[in-house]
């Protein structure tokens, strides 16, 4: 078991608070960008199994964790991609997850950019980074991205801020939504 199976973390980002900020229309096209091992992807394919999960992550290792987990849900596709190359065909998600994710990026305005091309015009982000809160796991605090921060960020590629959650104390939501 790595850190990111770890009970602890499990505490620290209760994945049923995530889901549950976010309706899952039946049928959608949902993307788990940074899906890592699964830890997302595989309860919301079995959360929605008439939706259809993308699980997008940079590291192929993680993406083989992920393929060995999730056989048997026929919902998931595994898709390895670059930071802001992720081969999704345009205008198709509904709702994106970015899970610990904002807080790594290189270069988000570019991956925003992409996240908006495989969009369709009515679009849903749900995003949940770390709190500006010394912990013992989790990015430096010199990384973190903090929550006005991420909303000024969306807000500037045409998203309004729909919702506000808190997974834990440790991290924050937030669900943006792109209209038509």
């Not at 199994?49 to 048997?72: H, N, T, Y």
């Not at 013992?136 to 929550?147: A, C, E, T, W, Y």
Request: hydrophobic share 40%.
């Amino acid at each position: 078991m790595t850190a990111l199976d770890s009970e602890k973390r499990k505490e620290m980002l209760p994945v049923e608070k995530i889901i549950e900020a976010v309706d899952l229309p039946e049928g959608a096209n949902i993307a788990d960008i940074g899906c890592g091992t699964g830890y997302l992807t595989i309860p919301l394919a079995r959360k929605a199994p008439q939706c259809q999960v993308f699980a997008v992550d940079i590291e192929p290792g993680m993406l083989s964790v992920l393929a060995e987990r999730a056989k048997g849900l026929d919902n998931i596709t595994i898709v390895h991609s670059t930071e802001n190359d992720i081969p999704v065909a345009d205008n198709i998600l509904d709702i994106s997850f970015l899970s610990a994710v904002l807080h790594e990026l290189h270069n988000p305005e570019d991956f925003l950019k992409e996240i908006r091309r495989m969009s369709r015009l009515e679009h849903y982000v749900a995003v949940v980074d770390w709190n500006e809160k010394k912990t013992d796991m989790g990015p430096p605090m010199h990384i973190r991205i903090p929550k006005d921060t991420a909303i000024s960020l969306f807000r500037a590629h045409g998203y309004e801020l729909a919702k506000e959650f808190a997974p834990s104390e440790y991290f924050y939501g937030l669900l943006f939504q792109r209209k038509k």
